[in-house]
């Protein structure tokens, strides 16, 4: 049997060392369960950052996508494919956008929709209406574009001037109109901040920032890479919020593990990106377009936008349920849906009980330094969520009993 030590040994002569996974090595899964090399089973409470919506090796998907590349996997841009066609016509109608322009990412889609904002307005001889305002404790990517949005200094620290964007705290509409300015060409914001502790925007927040936008002629721009394709209980976040945005990015949920991307834009935007000023390679191409197709048909085939949010009030009232039991340890919950967070005392780490939950069996993840994230897959079951309410109370209480 292959040991976790021996491939971490391999891992950490090969694998270039800018991560720090936990101190295992999974090899499988199933559903909401995977498992590792020496066969310890793990409950899946993260999805791969909320990204294995219809969880692991689902049998629909697997043959949706064994099938496409078994038939054409790959043309590129060069030659419309039946599939991408397909997919981009799933995609706008469970969206209620226009334009779909695919890419491989969530920070692929964020770039995408950075040179849309700007290139709108070169397009209308505005080519000086470059800024953007982004929120503290955003997070929009690794790519330099990308990184730019993200309102976390250390994520930024010692990759130079990224210019051009401003921050402004997160659901201060006052400081937004504070920013704002004539060379302002879009505000970019994620309904729930994911990575920034799951933080969700405060009410009318989005709204707000809509009429903004129209009073300047801004584009809004929603970064909906860890919030959209279910999770929240609707297919968007902003088709929840009554509010219509400009353009938005999706990634991760989309594919359900096939690394896709896709920015959607309004019809009024389809002139701002003409041929020649963005492309990808394997944007749109039939295998991701396979995966996109699937997705969106397992959740509505298994009605899994219903069950995000029953099964989101399920375990949102299980961890609030713990918060009102251990005071001393947990501060709150905050979240909606199959995206929530349990925000813990100032002097606990996340990091510390990931760590211990890793022990136990239990893939829960951190978002900053003191929340813990739970993003499971939306086929999660209520069994497996009551496992996980379990699994937190005893991570919890065991914490409390060292205080
Ligand atoms: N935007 C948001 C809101 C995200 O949560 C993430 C990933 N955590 C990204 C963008 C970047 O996505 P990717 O890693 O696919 O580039």
Redesign the pocket.
């Known amino acids: 049997m292959r040991s976790n030590a021996r491939l971490i040994s391999l891992a950490e002569r090969y694998l270039y060392p800018n991560y720090r996974p936990g101190p295992f090595v999974l090899e499988r899964g199933q559903g909401c369960d995977v498992w590792d090399v020496e066969g310890k089973r793990y409950l899946d409470l993260c999805a791969g ?3 294995c919506s219809v969880g692991h090796a689902h049998p629909k998907h697997v043959r949706a996508i064994s099938e496409q590349m078994a038939t054409l996997g790959h043309v590129s841009n060069w030659f419309y494919n039946a599939r991408g066609i397909e997919a981009a016509e799933k995609l706008a109608n469970v969206s209620e956008m226009d334009r779909v322009l695919f890419c ?7 770039e995408a929709m950075l040179k849309l904002a700007r290139h709108h307005f070169f397009g209308l001889g505005q080519p000086d209406r470059l800024r953007i305002i982004a929120f503290d404790n ?6 330099l574009g ?1 990184l730019s949005l993200t309102g976390t200094p250390k994520y930024r620290e010692g990759f130079g001037d990224l210019g051009r964007v401003t921050h402004v705290p997160y659901g201060d509409l006052a400081a937004v109109q504070a920013a704002m300015g004539p060379d302002v060409a879009g505000i970019i914001v ?1 309904p729930i ?3 920034g502790g799951v933080e969700p925007a405060p009410p009318g927040f989005l709204n707000g920032l809509r009429d903004i936008c129209d009073a300047s002629g801004a584009l809004l721009l929603l ?5 959209g394709m279910g999770r929240l209980g609707s297919w968007f976040a902003y088709q929840n919020l009554g509010v219509k945005p400009d353009a938005v ?1 999706a ?2 949920g989309l594919g359900g593990g096939f ?1 896709v ?1 896709a920015l959607l834009t309004r019809e009024a935007f389809a002139g701002a990106l003409p041929p020649g000023t963005h492309g990808s390679t394997y944007g749109g191409n039939p295998l991701g377009a396979a995966a996109i197709a699937s997705v969106i048909a397992i959740v509505e085939e298994e009605d899994l936008l219903a069950g995000a949010r029953s099964k989101g009030a399920l375990l949102a009232a299980g961890l609030g349920a713990v918060v009102q039991d251990f005071p001393q340890v947990c501060q709150s919950r905050r979240g909606e849906g199959l995206l929530q967070g349990l925000v813990l005392q100032p002097g606990f780490l996340a990091r510390d009980v990931v760590g211990r939950a890793f022990e136990l069996g239990y893939l829960i993840i951190g978002a900053g330094e003191r929340v813990l994230r739970y993003a499971p897959p939306l086929v999660i079951t209520d069994a497996q969520i009551q496992e996980g309410i379990s699994a937190t109370r005893r991570l919890v209480s065991s914490l409390a009993s060292q205080r």
Not at 138 to 143: E, K, P, S, V, Y
Not at 223 to 227: G, M
């Open positions: 950052v909320a990204v491989n990412s969530g920070c692929e889609a964020n955003a997070f929009h990517g690794r790519t990308a994620e901040q994911g990575e970064d909906e890479v860890q919030t990015a990634a991760k690394p991307g």
